[in-house]
Structures are given as C-alpha cells and as structure tokens.
C-alpha cells in the first residue's frame, strides 16, 4: 500500500523560509515520478516541481529559484526547500508519486496516469 505523509507546513512572513518533507512507502516501482504540488485557496491544484529518480528537476516557473526539490533514498524522504516565500505562494502543500516517465507533463496536469496523493500540509505567507 502506497502511503505518502507530509508535514513541515506552518504561517511566515513573506521572505521567510519553509521545509517540507513527505515520508513515501509502499512504492515498489524502480522508475517513478515524484513532486510536489499546491491547491490555493479558490484555486485548482497546480505542479511545484517534480524529479524523476535521481535525474534532474522540474520546476513550476513561479518557483524556479526560490525553491529547491530534493529526496533523500535512504529515508525514503522526499523534501521542499521553499525560500524567499510571497503571499501567493499560501496554498495546501501536497507530496505525489506516480510511475516513471514524462514527469514534467505530470507536473503540468496531475491527470495524466495513476497518481498517489499525501493528505497535505498547510503554508501560509503573510505579506
């Protein structure tokens, strides 16, 4: 059973830093997409940034630079390194794993193939 939990979400100011961190098991697929997305508030959910296995990432353009997508395999721990955070970044924060190839058209549209969703964790920016 594949299982994806969150947290490290919390209230900043704008400029302030946040991490996040998703803890993944149950996923036996040796290729496999993994990310990051948002759903703010009266909004639709929408792709952070995504790596597949130990290649290089994708990022959403409002978030290149600012933030920083990493995994640790030992931990099974995927991470979100979110600096330099505005007031539009407020949003609820979800980890997602879904099977290999063409990850930064998943990121795109969350739609495309079988995806398996974390509960979410909160981040509010404050300006």
């Known amino acids: 059973q594949v299982q994806l939990t969150e947290s490290g979400g919390g209230s900043v100011q704008a400029g302030g830093s946040l991490r996040l961190s998703c803890v993944v098991s149950g996923v036996t697929a040796s290729s496999r997409c993994t990310g990051w997305f948002r759903r703010p508030p009266g909004k639709g959910r929408e792709g952070v940034a995504v790596?597949?296995?130990?290649?290089?990432?994708t990022y959403a353009d409002s978030t290149k630079g600012r933030f920083t997508i990493s995994q640790d395999n030992a931990k099974n721990t995927l991470y979100l390194q979110m600096n330099s955070l505005k007031p539009e970044d407020t949003a609820m924060y979800y980890c997602?794993?879904?099977?290999?190839?063409?990850?930064?058209?998943?990121?795109?549209?969350?739609?495309?193939?079988?995806?398996?969703w974390g509960q979410g964790t909160q981040v509010t920016v404050s300006s």
């Open positions: 997602a794993v879904r099977g290999g190839g063409d990850c930064g058209g998943w990121m795109r549209n969350y739609r495309l193939g079988l995806t398996y």
């Open positions: 790596v597949e296995n130990d290649s290089s990432p």
